[in-house]
């Protein structure tokens, strides 16, 4: 008993008709010449009314058009074309499948019939259309970031993990007039004294997976050196992991070089003054010495009296007024002496 | 000048006869498409084969989305190949869109031109007002999600199929490698610019002779839309082949022979 039914159902022509796949054969005006019961069954036609329609009546328009276009060419210049998405129409609406089609040719190489196999992929379509929508807005969001970072002032950059460029916005092509650059390497736009250095401290950033911050001078198409300001910052996905790292580059020329004036200026000014001071000193020191000299002479003369006071009979009460005035002048000569090695 | 505009465009110049055909393939093909049809005109004209930028094997990086937003970028590729090569008194053969691509250029640089050929044209494909093109917005929006799933797996289609097919030689199969390689998100502009075209207008520009070969049954153009060519385009005369696709070189070449050599 399970023999015979084993044998029924590997017979060819139940083989041909029941397996769960569609087989269709046509000529190249798209007359049906065979249909088998799956695909029949999947459009809710019995076979007999699938013979008198023509292949393009039993698609929907867009993919009629597709057919037209794209596959009826190909299968009339190669013999094969396969995986073709195509939407069949059914009594429910519409299939999606999948088509693979052999062509065959007469001896003058004329296309004569076409014989294909139909997959229904309905729930995989489904799964793909999310894809394709996915797709779409991953395109969508792109352009959206493109958009922003070209209506900004800055040079922005996304490079890969690795440090390999992915993306420039068209300031950095407008500036440095190319459109492919690594930055990774020795990028020629960074002044070549500094390149070197850049580079390693950038290595350094990116090996360590930290922020790189630096003020570097760029030169552009223009062939002028100018202050950027570069900061390129690691992004992490939920694994943990860097996946990208984003680049700007602000243009602080303006502030940098009034920056470097200003220090240059104020510089300038300590110099100034500290050489003020040192001639000031000197004059000080002028004044003191004419001074000390002025003052010593009758300061020596009023010494030299004392002393021949000092040998002079003097009352008690002089005598102690002697030696107030003795000390007196000691003190002031004692005082023209520290002034005058000043 | 000449030799980028002939690698862009990836030019072929095929015997040495002293009029000239050059042929423009249609939407999603490249210049195989002919290669039925021009052999029998090569011991008596100088055949012009040639890829529009994005198809084939034509200089992709040379597409640029303004100059190719309209059927008219696709016309200059043709002026440029014809001042390129220095060509005159040329017979154009445009098949679907080159047929329209081909009456632009005609109407841009009419001194280059002798005669036109329409394969299966249309000069407006969306239905208007007392105009019936064939299809709508919605088929349009449609066509562009379905070369969206097929492109995800183009190179499925025509990869050579590990069924086989004995009946064809490799040959064949190497002869179309690069038959329909267009770019993916290329060949989706080219679609909807040549569905969104409108050259309704400038047919009565065409002052040349024209003809027009139209399949009697075509899911893509019809018999209604080759009558009003006819009725549009001064000079213009029209077959109908008892074939059917949009294909009729492909698929009735004999037919598309014939015609033309009786008009040319």
């Known amino acids: ?342 | 000048m000449s030799k980028n505009v002939t690698q862009r465009n990836n030019v072929k110049i095929i015997g040495n006869g002293s009029q000239i055909l050059m042929f423009g393939h249609g939407f999603g093909c490249d210049q195989n498409t002919w290669r039925s049809v021009f052999p029998a005109f090569e011991n008596d004209y100088k055949i012009i084969l040639f890829d529009y930028v994005g198809a084939g094997r034509s200089d992709l990086s040379a597409y640029d989305d303004e100059r190719y937003a309209s059927l008219d970028g696709y016309a200059l590729d043709i002026i440029d190949i014809c001042k390129a090569l220095e060509l005159k008194n040329v017979t154009f053969i445009g098949h679907s869109v080159s047929s329209m691509i081909g009456l632009l250029a005609v109407k841009h640089s009419p001194e280059i031109f002798d005669k036109i050929v329409f394969i299966g044209p249309s000069p407006r494909y969306i239905n208007d007002t007392d105009y019936h093109g064939g299809i709508d917005h919605k088929d349009l929006e449609d066509l562009l999600a379905i070369m969206d799933s097929n492109y995800l797996g183009w190179s499925r289609i025509v990869a050579p199929s590990i069924m086989g097919n004995p009946d064809q030689p490799q040959l064949a199969e190497e002869l179309t490698t690069s038959f329909c390689a267009t770019d993916p998100e290329i060949a989706k502009k080219f679609a909807r610019v040549t569905f969104l075209s409108d050259n309704r207008a400038d047919l009565s520009s065409l002052k040349i002779p024209s003809l027009t070969i139209q399949c009697e049954d075509d899911f893509l153009t019809s018999k209604e839309v080759a009558n009003y060519i006819q009725q549009h385009t001064v000079n213009n005369q029209t077959v109908f082949l008892k074939t059917s696709g949009h294909c009729p070189h492909l698929s009735d070449p004999k037919g598309v022979i014939e015609a033309i050599k009786a008009f040319i």
């Open chain 1, 1 to 342: 008993m399970s023999s015979s039914k084993i044998s029924e159902i590997t017979e060819t022509d139940f083989l041909y008709n029941q397996l769960p796949c569609g087989f269709i054969s046509y000529k190249p005006n798209g007359k049906i010449l065979r249909v088998n019961e799956t695909f029949s069954k999947w459009l809710g036609l019995t076979v007999e009314e699938m013979y008198l329609l023509n292949f393009s009546n039993i698609l929907t328009k867009a993919s009629g058009l597709y057919y037209t276009m794209v596959i009826d060419p190909v299968l009339n210049l190669q013999s094969t074309a396969n995986e073709i998405y195509l939407t069949f129409l059914s009594d429910n609406g519409e299939i999606d499948t999948l088509l693979n089609a052999v062509s065959y040719k007469d001896e003058q190489g004329k296309l004569i019939l076409i014989n294909a196999t139909v997959q229904k992929i309905t729930d995989r379509k489904k799964y793909e259309s999310a894809l394709i929508l996915q797709k779409k807005h991953s395109e969508e969001e792109k352009r959206r970031f493109e958009f922003l970072s070209n209506t900004v002032p800055n040079q922005i950059w996304t490079a890969n993990a690795d440090g390999t460029m992915i993306y420039v916005n068209q300031k950095i092509i407008d500036y440095f007039g190319v459109r492919e650059m690594t930055y990774y390497s020795s990028f020629e736009g960074i002044v070549e004294e500094d390149r070197e250095k850049i580079f390693k401290s950038w290595q350094k950033c990116l090996l360590a997976g930290k922020r790189f911050e630096r003020e570097v001078k760029l030169v552009g198409i223009k062939q002028v050196e100018e202050w950027f300001f570069i900061a390129i910052e690691p992004f992490y996905n939920e694994d943990g992991n860097i996946e990208s790292w984003f680049g700007s580059a602000t243009n602080i020329h303006r502030q940098k070089t009034l920056q470097i004036a200003n220090y240059s200026s104020l510089s300038l000014s300590l110099n100034n003054a500290q050489k003020n001071l040192d001639q000031n000193k000197q004059v000080f020191a002028n004044i003191a010495l004419n001074q000390s000299h002025m003052i010593r002479k009758p300061l020596a003369n009023i010494m030299g009296l004392l002393e021949l006071l000092a040998d002079e009979e003097l009352s008690k009460e002089s005598r102690n007024l002697f030696q107030l005035l003795s000390a007196s002048a000691a003190e002031l000569d004692e005082m023209i002496k520290k002034a005058s090695k000043f």
